[in-house]
C-alpha cells in the first residue's frame, strides 16, 4: 500500500511495504509519465503567454502606428505623439488557468514593485522567487536508509540510475526552454519611439523656422511697399508746409507794409498838425507886437502915418506869403498829377507797340517752335541730361513770351497762344488742345519734371501746372460743344 503526502508545491510519496516493511521515499517528478504530464502543461501555459505577449506588442505597435499615419497626414499637430499606449498603462498578467508545476518552482507571478515609469514597458516585470520558498523533502539520511543489494535493485529506480535529470538541471533546462521558445520585447522600441519623437520635434522647430521666415518677408515686403508712400507723404507735407511758409512770409510782408503805411500816414498828420500850432503861436506873437506898436504910436503921433503904413505893406506880404503856401500843395498835386498821366500814356504807347510787334505773325511762329522744343526736352529727356534744379522760370509755359507770375496764366493769354493762326496750320483748334493737356496733365508732368524741380519753386509750379491744365480743359470743353 502507497501513500502520497503534499507538502506546498512539492510532492513526494513514501511507499510503505508491508511485506518487508522497508520504507522507500522517492520524487513523483522522476517519474517518466509525470515528466511528461508536467511538460504538456509546461508547453499550454508557456503558448498562452507567448499568445498573451504577442497581443500585447500587436495592440501597442497599432497604436504607434495610428500616431504616426495622423502626424504624418498633419504635420502641425499640437500636440505631441506618445508611442505608448494610453488606455492599458499596466498590462494585466496573463492567464492561469492551470496551476503551476512543481518542476517550475522559480517563478512568482507578481509585481515586484509599484511602477515608476510615465509609461509601462513591454516586459512585465516579475521577480524570482527564492529557493527558499520551494519546500523539497528531503532524501532520507543515509544512515537511515538500508544498503542492502535488495534495496538497490529495487523496482523503484534512483534519479542517478534512471537517467531523470535532477531538480537543479531540470530548472536550468525549463527556463532555456522557457527563454528559448519566445522572445520578449527589448528596449529597441523605447529608442524607436525616442528617435520618432526627435524627428517630431526637428519637423516642428524647422516649421516654426519657417513660419518665422515667412513672417520676417512679410513684414519686408510691407516695409519695402510702405516706403513709397512715406516718401509721397512726406513730400507733400514738405509742399504744404513750404506753400505754407511761403503764404505767411507773403501775408507777414503785407501786413508790415500796411503798418508802414498806416504808421507814415500819421507822421504825416502829426507833421501837419504841428505846422498849423506853430503858425497860430506866430500869428498870435504878430498880433501882441502889433498891439504893442499901437500903444507906442499914442505916445508919437508923427511916426503913425509911417507905421501905418510899414503894417499894411507887411501885412499884404504875409497875407500873400499865406495864399502862396496854400495854394503850393495844390500847385504840386496838380503837377503830380500830371507826370503820373504822362507816365501812364507812356506806358500804354510802350505797351500797344510791344503786343502789336509780339503778336506779329513772325515772332509768334517763333515763339511757337521755342515752345514745342523747350516741352519735347523737357518731358523726354533722362533724368541725369537735365538740370536738377528748375525755377519757375524754367518752365516753357503755354503764353507768349516769359511768365514771370500767375497773372500771366490766363484764359485769354494761353487760348490766344495755343489756338494762335500763325501756327500749326496743319492742326485743328481740337488736336492742339488735346497735344497741350497730354504736356500739361498734373499727373505726367508730376512723374517727369517735378523730381528735377527745386524744393523752393515746386509748390509755385504745382500750382501753376494745375491752373493751366484746368484752362486748357475748359478750352477743350468749349470746343467740343
Not at 128 to 147: V, Y
Not at 242 to 270: I, M, N, P, T, Y
Request: proline share 6%; glycine share 4%.
Amino acid at each position: 500500500m502507497s501513500s502520497f503526502s503534499y507538502h506546498h508545491r512539492s510532492v513526494s510519496a513514501e511507499v510503505i511495504s508491508s511485506a518487508d516493511a522497508r520504507v522507500a521515499t522517492f520524487r513523483i517528478e522522476e517519474i517518466p509519465w509525470y515528466q511528461e504530464y508536467q511538460e504538456g502543461i509546461e508547453g499550454t501555459y508557456l503558448e498562452q503567454l507567448a499568445a498573451h505577449e504577442a497581443r500585447e506588442a500587436a495592440t501597442t505597435r497599432e497604436a504607434f502606428e495610428e500616431g504616426t499615419t495622423r502626424l504624418e497626414r498633419d504635420p502641425t499637430m499640437p500636440h505631441s505623439i506618445d508611442t505608448w499606449p494610453r488606455f492599458n498603462s499596466y498590462s494585466t498578467p496573463p492567464p492561469s488557468n492551470y496551476p503551476l508545476s512543481g518542476s517550475k518552482p522559480y517563478y512568482t507571478y507578481g509585481p515586484a514593485t509599484t511602477p515608476t515609469k510615465s509609461h509601462p514597458s513591454y516586459v512585465d516585470h516579475y521577480r524570482q522567487a527564492s529557493n527558499a520558498s520551494q519546500t523539497w523533502l528531503a532524501s532520507a539520511p543515509s544512515s537511515a536508509r538500508p544498503t542492502s543489494s535488495r534495496n538497490a535493485s529495487s523496482s523503484v529506480p534512483l534519479a542517478s540510475r534512471s537517467g531523470v535529470a535532477s531538480p537543479t538541471e531540470s530548472h536550468s533546462r525549463s527556463r532555456r526552454n522557457s527563454m528559448s521558445r519566445f522572445q520578449l520585447p527589448t528596449a529597441d522600441a523605447y529608442r524607436s519611439s525616442k528617435r520618432d519623437d526627435e524627428r517630431y520635434a526637428a519637423a516642428r522647430a524647422q516649421q516654426h523656422q519657417q513660419y518665422a521666415d515667412a513672417q520676417r518677408q512679410a513684414r519686408l515686403i510691407a516695409e519695402r511697399d510702405a516706403t513709397p508712400k512715406r516718401m509721397e507723404d512726406r513730400q507733400r507735407k514738405a509742399q504744404a508746409t513750404s506753400w505754407f511758409e511761403e503764404s505767411q512770409r507773403l501775408s507777414g510782408e503785407a501786413v508790415r507794409k500796411q503798418q508802414e503805411e498806416q504808421r507814415h500816414r500819421a507822421d504825416q498828420e502829426r507833421q501837419r498838425a504841428d505846422d498849423k500850432l506853430r503858425r497860430e503861436v506866430q500869428a498870435r506873437a504878430e498880433e501882441e507886437r502889433g498891439h504893442e506898436r499901437g500903444r507906442s504910436q499914442t505916445h508919437n503921433p508923427a511916426a503913425a502915418a509911417t507905421d501905418k503904413k510899414w503894417y499894411q505893406n507887411t501885412f499884404r506880404e504875409r497875407s500873400r506869403d499865406r495864399r502862396s503856401k496854400d495854394e503850393r500843395p495844390e500847385r504840386e498835386r496838380a503837377k503830380s498829377q500830371g507826370r503820373a498821366r504822362e507816365a501812364v500814356e507812356a506806358r500804354e504807347r510802350v505797351g500797344r507797340d510791344r503786343f502789336r510787334s509780339a503778336n506779329s505773325p513772325s515772332t509768334v511762329a517763333t515763339a511757337w517752335t521755342g515752345y514745342e522744343k523747350a516741352c519735347t526736352e523737357l518731358m523726354d529727356s533722362e533724368q541725369g541730361k537735365m538740370s536738377t534744379n528748375l525755377t519757375f522760370y524754367d518752365i516753357p509755359w503755354p503764353v507768349l513770351g516769359q511768365a514771370n507770375s500767375f497773372h500771366d496764366l490766363t484764359s485769354q493769354n494761353i487760348a490766344a497762344f495755343l489756338l494762335s493762326p500763325d501756327h500749326s496750320q496743319g492742326k485743328s483748334p481740337k488736336a492742339r488742345l488735346w497735344a497741350a493737356i497730354l504736356i500739361w496733365h498734373p499727373d505726367k508732368f508730376a512723374q517727369k519734371v517735378l523730381p528735377r524741380v527745386s524744393e523752393s519753386h515746386r509748390p509755385a509750379i504745382v500750382a501753376a501746372v494745375n491752373i493751366v491744365s484746368r484752362i486748357i480743359i475748359e478750352l477743350t470743353t468749349s470746343y467740343a460743344d
